[in-house]
């Protein structure tokens, strides 16, 4: 249970930010997980959608390479909702089952062909410590430009971002999603 009761419409927001709920609605069909919370800021809420938006129409990042961040940033952040909510996404973008279930297990980055592994590695010490190494940043810089890194790194910590808002508030994963072993 939340710790504080969730948005999930228009009526429970001051009419001046219908248009806020309507985004969301657009994007998701219905108000739920982070979103739930971030509603209780409006204005906050319209510019995380924003962001999320860009992801998901204007990234240079494909969606499979940016699937493997997000899970890993749910996966380090323990964020089950993220997880739930991202594994189906993940499948659909193309990332293999392998690739899932390797994440989901904290495997070894080396199990994972050198493209998924660099991603992986750079994502998880980005998760773990705010940081990456030289070899981890030299490995994706040599294979993409850099706004393509600085993109992947944006969308990691944003899906680490919306783990923290949804730990916080107590927001339950979907029970007919993916789940992440404790």
Not at 48 to 57: A, E, H, K, T, V
Not at 101 to 113: E, M, N, S, V
Not at 168 to 173: D, Y
Request: glycine content about 6%.
């Amino acid at each position: 249970m939340p710790r504080v009761a969730p948005i999930t419409g228009k009526s429970d927001v001051p009419a001046e930010h219908h248009a806020v709920v309507d985004g969301v609605l657009k994007v998701f069909g219905q108000v739920r997980g982070p979103f739930s919370m971030l509603l209780h800021s409006p204005k906050l809420a319209e510019r995380m959608l924003s962001i999320g938006n860009f992801y998901r129409d204007e990234s240079i990042v494909e969606p499979k390479l940016r699937s493997l961040a997000i899970l890993v940033a749910a996966r380090e952040r323990q964020g089950a909702y993220v997880w739930a909510a991202q594994v189906n996404a993940a499948r659909r973008g193309g990332v293999r089952e392998e690739a899932i279930d390797l994440i989901r297990k904290k495997a070894d980055p080396g199990k994972f062909p050198v493209e998924e592994r660099e991603i992986v590695t750079y994502a998880e010490q980005l998760m773990r410590t705010n940081r990456v190494d030289q070899a981890a940043f030299d490995a994706l810089a040599k294979r993409y430009s850099v706004q393509w890194l600085v993109e992947l790194t944006a969308v990691t910590n944003y899906y680490g971002l919306l783990c923290g808002i949804v730990s916080a508030f107590e927001v339950p994963a979907p029970p007919d999603g993916d789940t992440l072993p404790v």
